[in-house]
């Protein structure tokens, strides 16, 4: 069965400072992959998806990620943080015939020092 | 245009007793996926509905079973409540089932069981 790995828990970053999490899947084939992130009490919101072609994909709110098959790895990237990018981030799997299923890593919770 | 809307926001339930969650898609989709986010954890699938018939399943026990109506809404019924089952509960809508199209959550239903 596939699965995804969120290896940091919490992350702390001082606003104004880059940011990268970090996500690996396990599967055979290239998934596809998607970053959401969970503001206190709200549902999840869509940052950016990977399904083929270029690499590395561009999202809302400034982020971006970078798919690695040799690494299994679709991590997110930030250039800058805002204050207002504190929250919980998801990485999720879908599998080619495998309907529209996901599979969550278990997330990082991102906190932003003023 | 309207996102995906649930309802109710919150409830409250004692143990043994049945919910019924309630779910709208959004605007010109036709596939809803149910899925239950623990806290601390991710979401995990519970069940899709795609033409008023349960499509893929996840690892959760029948006490959980779900409907789709002809208008595309959905409702998620949970049957001899366990203090387990409290959770986050999310609907997540989209176009088809032939692949991970983008899914686009609701803000969920917050069920606690005492």
């Known amino acids: 069965a596939q699965s995804v790995t969120q290896p940091d828990i919490h992350i702390t970053v001082s606003e104004g400072a880059s940011l990268e999490l970090r996500c690996n899947y396990s599967?055979?084939?290239?998934?596809?992959l998607f970053w959401y992130v969970q503001s206190p009490g709200q549902g999840l919101q869509l940052l950016l998806k990977?399904?083929?072609?270029?690499?590395l994909v561009q999202g809302i709110k400034g982020f971006e990620a970078e798919f690695k098959r040799s690494q299994s790895s679709f991590n997110l990237r930030k250039p800058s943080v805002h204050w207002s990018d504190a929250a919980e981030y998801f990485c999720?799997?879908?599998?080619?015939?495998?309907?529209?299923?996901?599979?969550f890593g278990t997330g990082t919770q991102l906190k932003v020092e003023l | 245009d309207a996102g995906v809307t649930q309802s109710p926001t919150h409830l409250i339930k004692t143990r043994g007793q049945q919910v019924t969650l309630r779910c709208s898609p959004k605007?010109?989709?036709?596939?809803v996926s149910w899925y239950q986010q623990a806290l601390g954890q991710g979401p995990q699938f519970i069940f899709q509905?795609?033409?008023?018939?349960?499509?893929q399943r996840g690892n959760f026990p029948d006490r959980f079973s779900g409907h789709q109506f002809p208008n595309y809404s959905s409702e998620l019924n949970v049957n001899a409540l366990l203090l387990g089952d409290s959770a986050l509960y999310l609907c997540?809508?989209?176009?088809?089932?032939?692949?991970?199209?983008?899914?686009?959550f609701g803000p969920g239903t917050r069920l606690t069981v005492l």
């Open positions: 997540a809508s989209s176009l088809g089932t032939g692949g991970p199209d983008t899914q686009y």
């Open positions: 599967y055979g084939a290239t998934p596809y």
């Open positions: 990977y399904f083929s072609g270029d690499t």
């Open positions: 999720a799997v879908g599998l080619t015939g495998g309907g529209n299923k996901l599979t």
């Open positions: 605007s010109g989709h036709d596939t």
């Open positions: 509905y795609y033409e008023e018939e349960e499509r």
